[in-house]
């Protein structure tokens, strides 16, 4: 079974600085791996994702995300925060071939960005 | 163009009422879902559906059943409504297993 650990409920960090987000999932066999952003009252955008091809994967809004597989890991990066990244930030795990079961989520992380 | 589309946005509703939460997306996209967001802002999958089969997450309560008109169509229809079902529902959809594309939600109340 797939499982997604997202380290840290709450990540505080000021403006301008590095938003580094951590992700660690488990999966039985390669998997397909996506880091989706929520702002409040509203659905899920996908920031980025993870298909097997090049393992730095960059996004959009200036985020970006390494796929380890030493590490089970895909970490969320952004080298300078900005007020707007303030948002709820879900990984996400899906095996390649069984999609049709649906995405295992992360419970999330808060991301506040200090003035 | 909305690309998943669900309404209502809100629904209040009082104990052991049904009711309806309608999903369309005009992506074509071969396979839908549903996703509950609970209190806790955790997501968990409910169903998903293609025009071959449909898998239901065991922990999913009979009252909860999906229908499909037509492949651009997901409806989850909700019996007996109660206290817990209280929630967000996300309808998204896909081709295969790649990116998900998710609806703006809808906000259920169970008073």
């Known amino acids: 079974a797939q499982s997604v650990t997202q380290l840290g409920s709450h990540v505080s960090v000021s403006e301008g600085a590095l938003v580094l987000l951590r992700c660690n999932y488990s999966s039985s066999v390669p998997p397909y791996l996506f880091w989706y952003v929520q702002y409040p009252n509203q659905g899920l955008q996908l920031l980025l994702k993870?298909?097997?091809?090049?393992?730095l994967v960059k996004g959009i809004n200036g985020f970006e995300a390494e796929f380890k597989k030493s590490e089970t890991s895909f970490h969320l990066t952004k080298p300078s925060a900005h007020m707007s990244d303030a948002a709820e930030y879900f990984c996400?795990?899906?095996?390649?071939?069984?999609?049709?079961?649906?995405?295992?989520f992360g419970k999330g992380t808060h991301l506040i960005i200090q003035p | 163009d909305t690309a998943v589309s669900q309404t209502p946005k809100y629904l209040v509703t009082q104990m052991g009422n049904d009711k309806s939460i309608k999903c369309e997306q005009n992506l074509g996209h071969d396979t839908m879902y549903w996703y509950k967001q609970d209190s806790k802002k955790f997501l968990k999958i409910m169903f998903s559906?293609?025009?071959?089969?449909?898998?239901i997450n065991e922990t999913v309560p009979n009252r909860f059943s999906p229908k499909s008109p037509d492949k651009a169509h997901l409806n989850l229809h909700i019996n007996s409504l109660e206290l817990g079902d209280s929630a967000v529902y996300f309808c998204a959809s896909s081709q295969g297993p790649d990116t998900q594309y998710f609806g703006p939600g809808t906000r259920l109340t169970v008073l």
């Open positions: 559906y293609n025009n071959k089969e449909l898998i």
């Open positions: 993870y298909t097997s091809a090049a393992t």
């Open positions: 996400a795990v899906s095996e390649p071939g069984g999609g049709a079961d649906g995405l295992t």
